[in-house]
């Protein structure tokens, strides 16, 4: 949640040049225009990495005697607000600890400062956030009970209650209980531990109808440590969920009920697969109205209930505890990449000038990148080998069922104007800027509304654990795809590697990359990806950067 805060002001009045005094109204508007006219210049079309240090201190420093300036005027709270971003913006370009202490004393100040005010929530809010991102859970869970308590009727308030039952088992113990008393030492990892996403907070409409709601299929990817089930229903449908502990012979379970819900004709009732994480999957009617699924499980786990929109559907994930722990040091193990041509089938993705689509190009370009990874000794998987569709969770689930050790996503950019050029690569990660969210939410279409509810997923430590794996993985594809991409064009911009949260990343649960190859949406662009040596060349430097990351090739 970011708050609207331009324009800081409006501009001076004509006739205000006399050299007498100015009252303190024109004094604050003037450096509110100041500080407007720099953040504009700086970043208006630049990310905070590409502005220098002394600059943003610079428009810090505007932004914090503009605040000063105006006392108690709502401009003074857009330029705190205004403040607080640019050194959130900053902390997560650098990950610095004196960035992060400044970006969350930033938005202490605004809770401070204007205590009655609903955008004190939100620096509540925004502290927390930053707190769990950036490795400090004691803060950042202190923050969200602050917030949950103090502000319950608000939005952010209800928000806080959510989070704080999402992540309710990656809480730290409390270290405030009385001298003497002796504490109880949690499990290393808890038997059965996991949280629903609420349909309800995705913003998903469920229509008033007395039809039941088919349930039209159940699909499942499983590995030893990793199982997705999906189940795809015709419209929007609620759901309820519980844990049955094992008892005797039975083992323990998981089960999701859907009132309103009824079984469709062409659904397996029954569906077992020994020795993986879940070894039994059991599906029927329960009166009057509605259907249940039953997961039977094998051991320890954790687990996530969400849903996805375009067509609805139900996704259960389910994984061992301490999962893949990612270790940054050293060389990582690659012996299965999982290569994700995007779109397909029904999805054509972005189309150029001339009706060239993304959906051939990326499979193109991904044959070629798994024809050089074979010959480096590394074994590819395609998420599509033809022109089909294949759903976001589908492409995740498929190299988890192969046990792909790493998953790279390609893509070719579009930008409305098509006058943008270059190359990019982008890793998950929550510290997008602008431009990567607005690329974000366009990947992610298919994925509806529900990737804003993921990013306190990113608090889980498998997730955050591969984040220095998948950025030196962009790095070095990203490297090796802009040389090729500019031979024949040697001034293409090089847009470096970013962070972005895409949902076919999220769920992965391997360190992952999505690359942009070129803008199809410019005509050069698109001209070049016509041509067959140029895809071979993209497909070839994407399978030399994994094998560079591999420890493969020089």
């Known amino acids: 949640m970011r708050l609207t805060l331009l324009p800081l002001c409006g501009l001076l009045a004509a006739g205000c040049s006399s050299p007498a005094p100015q009252p303190p109204s024109v004094s604050c508007e003037s450096r509110c225009r100041r500080a407007s006219v720099l953040a504009n210049k700086l970043l208006g079309d630049r990310t905070v990495r590409e502005v220098s240090r002394a ?13 000063r300036a105006c006392g108690n005027r709502p401009e003074a709270l857009r330029a705190r607000g205004k403040r607080a971003e ?99 030492r949690p499990l290393p990892h808890p038997t059965i531990v996991g949280r629903a ?34 189940s795809y229903f015709a419209r929007p449908v609620r759901y309820l969920h519980g844990v049955l502990p094992a008892t005797g012979a039975r083992p323990a379970r998981i089960y999701i009920d859907y009132p309103g819900a009824q079984l469709g004709r062409r659904v397996p009732r029954a569906d077992a697969v020994k020795g993986h994480l879940v070894h039994g999957l059991r599906v029927a009617n329960r009166p009057p109205t509605s259907v249940r699924l039953v997961l039977e499980l094998s051991g320890a786990l954790r687990y996530q209930i969400y849903p996805l929109r375009h067509p609805y559907r139900v996704v259960i994930d389910l994984w061992k505890p301490g999962l893949r722990p990612a270790q940054p040091q050293g060389r990582p193990r690659v012996r299965v990449v999982a290569l994700d041509p995007g779109h397909g089938g029904a999805e054509n993705g972005a189309v150029g000038p001339t009706g060239l689509k993304e959906k051939d190009v990326t499979l193109a370009i991904a044959r070629h990148a798994a024809e050089a990874l074979k010959k480096g000794g590394i074994k590819p998987v395609l998420t599509r080998h033809t022109d089909k569709t294949v759903s976001l969770e589908e492409r995740s689930a498929i190299g988890l069922a192969v046990d792909a050790d790493l998953f ?45 509810a993921y990013r306190l997923v990113l608090a889980d430590l498998t997730t955050r654990a591969n984040t220095a794996l998948s950025r030196r993985l962009a790095q070095t594809i990203q490297r090796d795809l802009y ?36 803008f199809i ?33 020089k």
């Open 483 to 518: 040389q090729a991409a500019r031979v024949g064009r040697p001034r293409l911009p090089n847009r470096g590697v970013r962070k972005a949260i895409f949902y076919v990343l999220l769920t992965s649960r391997v360190p992952g990359v999505l690359t942009e190859v070129s």
């Open 408 to 452: 790279v996503s390609i893509h070719a950019n579009a930008d409305p104007k098509g006058s943008q050029q270059g190359v990019e690569t982008y890793y998950l990660d929550v510290g997008a800027d602008q431009y990567a969210a607005r690329l974000a939410a366009r990947e992610n279409r298919a994925a509806g509304r529900a990737i804003g």
């Open 197 to 230: 996403v609420d349909p309800d907070r995705l913003g998903i409409r469920f229509a008033v109808t007395h039809r039941p709601r088919r349930l039209l299929r159940v699909r499942r990817w499983s590995t030893p440590a990793f199982s997705r089930v999906v």
């Open 521 to 553: 949406s410019h005509p050069r662009g698109e001209a070049a990806l016509r041509q067959p040596e140029t895809l071979k060349r993209l497909g070839e430097s994407i399978a030399r950067g994994i094998l560079r990351y591999a420890g493969k090739k």
């Open 86 to 184: 640019l050194r959130e913006d900053i902390a997560r370009a650098s990950h610095a600890p004196d960035d992060v202490r400044a970006a969350l004393l930033a938005y202490a100040e605004i809770t401070r400062m204007h205590p009655k005010k609903k955008e004190a929530a939100w620096g509540l809010w925004r502290r927390a956030s930053l707190a769990l991102e950036f490795d400090q859970p004691r803060a950042g869970f202190a923050l969200l009970t602050r917030l949950a308590k103090r502000y319950a009727d608000s939005d952010l308030g209800r928000r806080g209650v959510a989070a704080l039952a999402m992540l309710s088992h990656l809480r730290p113990p409390d270290t405030d209980a009385p001298r003497g008393r002796p504490r109880t």
């Open 55 to 67: 600059e943003l201190e610079h428009l810090d420093r505007l932004y914090s005697h503009a605040a």
